[in-house]
Nanobody
Framework: QVQLVESGGGLVQAGGSLRLSCAAS????????MGWFRQAPGKERAFVAT????????NYADSVKGRFTISRDNAKNTVYLQMNSLKPEDTAVYYC?????????????????WGQGTQVTVSS
């Protein structure tokens, strides 16, 4: 089992930046592909980004490509999501997730463990 705790959310103006962190405990993070998802009010949870176990492969949703960067530090058991040029439509609860079954994954069903989420609000 692995426990995930997100942090770094908050309120930011459009055009600003935030960096989300996801700290893992219980098992070494290098055993898992990691992903970030988000859920806006009234909408389904949506894929944001994924990174492979050793970080060699990343993949992004089209809506965040070029603005967000996913990275990981396996020595610190932490995954990051650097978010730049934020837009009001990025407002959502952001979740990190771990997959023990895939090297990287875009579907929520491919993930085994989830954090509790952190709120990101972008004002216009």
């Amino acid at each position: 089992q692995v426990q995930l705790v997100e942090s770094g959310g908050g309120l930011v103006q459009a055009g600003g930046s935030l960096r989300l962190s996801c700290a893992a405990s219980g098992r070494t993070l290098s055993s898992y592909a990691m992903g970030w998802f988000r859920q806006a009010p009234g909408k389904e949870r949506a894929f944001v980004a994924t990174i492979s176990r050793i970080g060699g492969t990343t993949n992004y949703a089209d809506s965040v490509k070029g603005r967000f960067t996913i990275s990981r530090d396996n020595a610190k058991n932490t995954v990051y999501l650097q978010m730049n040029s934020l837009k009001p439509e990025d407002t959502a609860v952001y979740y990190c997730a771990a997959s023990g079954r895939y090297d990287y994954a875009r579907r929520s069903t491919e993930y085994d463990y989830w954090g509790q989420g952190t709120q990101v609000t972008v004002s216009s």
